[in-house]
């Protein structure tokens, strides 16, 4: 890895900070500070993504005990081919204007073309404090940054455009966070996870330039995004703005799409944590839907609120795109034309969302006003009767119509012992309640028996699109305990197992199930802060 041919021309072509001293304060004028990361005291390799190191072509197991490796993945080496830096950006947090903020604990180290023609960054987060730190000290804990490293790479292999995660390594050092905000702040074990992207760019870094006015630097960026990231619009046209947020949101709207095709919960959807290449960015508080609740989030310090909860993803979205098309109208001609771009996004969610949810219930479209009566009364039986999103949705893949025709036994009696597994309550099939199930199952059926795609075969195509494996908060939390007391080996198995989320892993039931009842409400099990 350290001989990889590496690139600064974030660095080279844009002004940086003048001040070199690692001090916090307000830095204007330009769009990231030079900063070293700090050496951590006993650096140790505890993941490692191959699949991404492959892509790459940058390593092989062999070199997993490279000792320069691991030094450079924990920031204690740094090549002199590169020229470390934290983007300053700005951003709307919780719905208001939060001013600077900009990369607290995460640095670039540079970006890297591959033999493949790959172009990424690489970026280490928790190496240390940098000039918008604000007042924290730059460094991650294990625990976030085990859910980082896994959620990252369990996007990917879910098919969910994503940064991505390449190690995780351990310092030896022990890092204070109050996990509670209650005022018991206690030490942690400290990681640093080395994360790769073709940008770590975000909504955040063109609003702090419009915000203080630095108009030059916001066009001379978003050529430079342009130029690099969307090839097919001519930076030139006079209308190129325009056509980027356009882009932009066609992209944003297929990464909420498949946010909401398996129910994942991204937790913090501030404007500084969206990415301008609709790439999921930043893995805080997130969760999975366990029990439909369209209002839940992970978030603890947003459950009162719940500004960024499951169902409120695709207009929190919309909200965000409008930040960034203000930022834009200094550069633009047409400003209706910049307004037309959070039309376009809509219309694409909208579209994409359906498409995708057509597919997961295994039918040709939900044009049809009996397909849409059919949608609208599932997601009144699933939060009706507690139903987990993800068993539901994979149970359902294998209901066999064809089984069914033949078999004597009552269809709607053998429907209700198919998706039993997926209930938390037992009310959920008490006799009074089972009935609308069954009318829902009968309905479903006879819109199936219409579509000519062999049963077989929707079945296969249905599990393609719904996962059996997700990153549950249980999951996550369980393998989190098992490393804080030095045992990496469920973190492990579970890496290995959300590497094939939609294959059935017979071997891997237990991690396939609903959580303990205990861990629904638990903190850490469940809901999160942002403390990390």
Partial sequence: MTELPWLSRFVDRFPGDPVRENAIRCVQGVLYSEVQPTPVRLPQLMAWSDSLANE?????????????????????????????????????????WAGQLGDGRAITLGEVVTAKSIRREFQLKGAGPTPYSRMADGRAVLRSSIREFLCSEAMYFLGIPTTRALSLV?????????????GHPKAEPGAIICRVSPSFLRFGNFEILAAY???????????????????????????????????????????????????????VMNTDNMSILGLTLDYGPYGWLESYDPSWTPNMIDADRGRYGFGNQPSIAQWNLTRLCEAFLPLVR???????????????FEQ???????????????????TQELVKNLWILLQAFETDYTIFFRLLCDWTIEQNDKSHENPGDKFIHLISPAFYSIRSIEPHLREQWIYWSEKYTAILKLIESKDARRRAQMKLVNPKYVLRNYLAQNVIEAAQNGDF??????????KAPYEDQPQEEDLAVKPPEWARKAPGYSTLSCSS
Avoid at 226 to 239: R, T
Avoid at 489 to 498: A, C, G, M, T
Wanted: glycine share 6%.
């Fill in 56 to 96: 790459l072509g940058i390593a092989s197991p062999s070199l997993l005990e490279d000792e320069i490796l691991i030094k450079l993945l924990a920031g204690n080496y740094v090549s002199p081919k590169m020229k470390p830096y934290a983007a300053r950006y700005g951003g709307h947090q919780f719905g208001s």
């Fill in 170 to 182: 351990t310092t030896g050092e022990g890092v204070i966070r109050d996990f509670f905000y209650d």
């Fill in 213 to 267: 006015q630095e108009l030059s630097l916001l066009k001379d960026l978003a050529q430079f995004v342009i130029q690099d990231h969307y090839p097919e619009l001519d930076p030139k046209d006079p209308h190129v703005y325009e056509k980027f947020l356009c882009e932009v949101s066609k992209k944003t709207a297929w990464m909420i799409a498949h946010w909401m095709r398996v129910g994942f919960v991204h937790g």
């Fill in 334 to 348: 047409d400003e209706a034309r910049v307004y037309e771009s959070l039309e376009i996004y809509r219309v694409t």
């Fill in 352 to 370: 994409v969302h359906k498409a995708m949810l057509s597919k997961k219930l295994g039918l040709e479209s939900l044009d049809s006003q009996d």
């Fill in 489 to 498: 080996s469920p973190l492990n198995r579970l890496f290995r197992v959300l």
